[in-house]
């Protein structure tokens, strides 16, 4: 029943992926609510500064490659000089689309939309400074941080915005460059390291770590590099930086400690995200951020003080927008005492890099830490006819099960196509079903989904 002493039952703060579906949930849920957003455009960072212009940029550089693999269908070369804004075309379009698209979704549910900078007052009151000036203080039962985060900066990278670049700014390039150093092997790096080689743009990965995306099998990153190499890349691992700046006259040089140098037109910092509590003045209500850069909450998304939340990147990984999705929807039904059950551990995972790579589940070294012995199928996707006329014959899909080969673990695919067919595996996980599903359904051909059949065969064929 709505607390009249209170101007929102809920408010939220951020609109990005965990912020819409708080706010929409909880309006489903009867209560008056309202969203604060800082920025002009609805749908936080994660879209319009990340997302949606990466996925832009990555369809074009795919589109590049496929010209470039085609080249006796058609004499094709990316001209020098390329505008960066020729490549991440329609993006004002798309933004636009997706920006009126997520308002309707939240006036439909009568959120009430609060365009402003909003900072903790105590527990039950929140601040909002318009764009104007105008300042107005909120009495809250409950509110959901969802603020997001910001790139991370090394005390030893000075960021420019325009030489030396991080995430955020890294679509601000007017030119494609001949040349880019990419610091960082994680997620973002990663995406942004393939799709500019894609481009033909010689481009050099450096990290401390032998190989990236270190939370995946050993096997899927060594698959992963062979092909950013294939395109031309250059990986460096195990390479610590030590110094980084720009030479004042046309590049940028990376210093390493084992005396390696590296020089590029420019320079993208990907060293990870940090939680975004800019002007929130969490400290009035008792909070701070943990050693990790994060929001602490317990499993109920509920920070130390009983009625705020957090959900989102700003409590940390996997800090991907569907978690964050279900994160929000979460927290929202748990402040208003609606029971939700355990958050599913099957939610797939998709990195959008060329080539793609997802996953769903355990991996196998994780499966081997809590199962010990287990039975792992592969296939290559130079198995299945799809693989060769896709020209996408360097992937490759594992499906990891128990000691016995019967229950799915886990299922890792890395390929053009993998954030797609991934989700055949986390139906079958879902349903509980076990790995023979694979060998008794009939797949259409030719697919890659085909190379789930293949990689059963072999755990059934391994089986004790």
Known sequence: MNNSSYDYDVMVIGSGPAGQKSAIQAAKLGQRVAIVERDK?????????????????RENALRVKHMRQNAALADFTLSEN?????????????????DIYMRSQVDRENVERIHGRASFVDTETIKITKVGGEVKAFRCKN??????????????????????LDSDSILSMLYLPASLTVLGGGVIASEYATIFQALGVKVTMIDRYPYPLGFLDVDMTETFVKAFEAMGGTWLGNHDVEKVYWDDVSEVVTECKNGTVVRSQKLLCAAGRIANVQNLDIENVGLSLSDRGIIAVDEQLRTAVPNIFAAGDIIGPPSLATTSMEQGRRAACNALEIEVGDMSQFIPIGIYAIPELSSIGLT???AREQYGEVIVGNASFSEVARGHISGNTEGMLKIVADTEGKKILGVMIVGEGSTEVVHIGQMAMLCNAEVDIFVSSTFNFPTLAEAYRIAALEILDKRP
Do not use: W, Y
């Open 364 to 366: 196998e070294k994780q």
């Open 82 to 98: 390329a505008e960066m804004s020729t490549l991440v075309n329609r993006l004002d379009e798309v933004l636009k689309a997706h």
């Open 41 to 57: 455009l609805f749908g936080g960072a994660c879209v319009h500064r990340g997302t949606i212009p990466s996925k832009t940029l």
């Open 143 to 164: 509110i959901i941080i969802a603020t997001g985060s910001f790139p991370r900066t090394p005390d030893n990278i000075p960021i420019d915005h325009e030489h030396i």
